[in-house]
């Protein structure tokens, strides 16, 4: 038997402190189904001298490899946690504080 296919959609941006800490603002739904709108979260992560690294959303126990230009200019991200399949980007940088 074929498991149920279900459609996800995410949208939203992330701010990245400098300190390992930031936020997320997003909304995700899956079907017809709002997950979060316009939710403001705070997040974890971590940058390797390589320019790959994690993030988590510590609220939804939510893990990700996140993959970043050698720039800084452009974030890949996609999601690690079991049973949750998400790809992002690649995000642009809009700003440099």
């Known amino acids: 038997m074929v498991p149920e296919q279900s459609l996800l959609a995410v949208a ?7 300190d390992g ?16 709108e316009n939710l403001v979260t705070p997040i974890l992560y ?14 939804d ?3 990700f490899d996140i993959f970043i230009a050698p720039t800084g200019e452009e974030l890949i991200v ?8 998400a790809v992002q980007g ?7 504080k």
Do not use: E, K, Q, W
């Open 46 to 59: 971590t940058v390797n001298p390589d320019c790959t690294g994690t993030y988590t959303v510590p609220s």
């Open 21 to 36: 800490t930031g936020t997320d603002v997003v909304t995700g739904r899956i079907n017809n189904t709002f997950l979060a």
């Open 61 to 63: 126990d939510l893990h």
């Open 90 to 96: 690649p995000s642009r940088r809009v700003s440099r």
């Open 78 to 85: 996609i999601a690690t946690s079991p049973n949750f399949i």
């Open 12 to 18: 939203g941006y992330h701010i990245f402190n400098g």
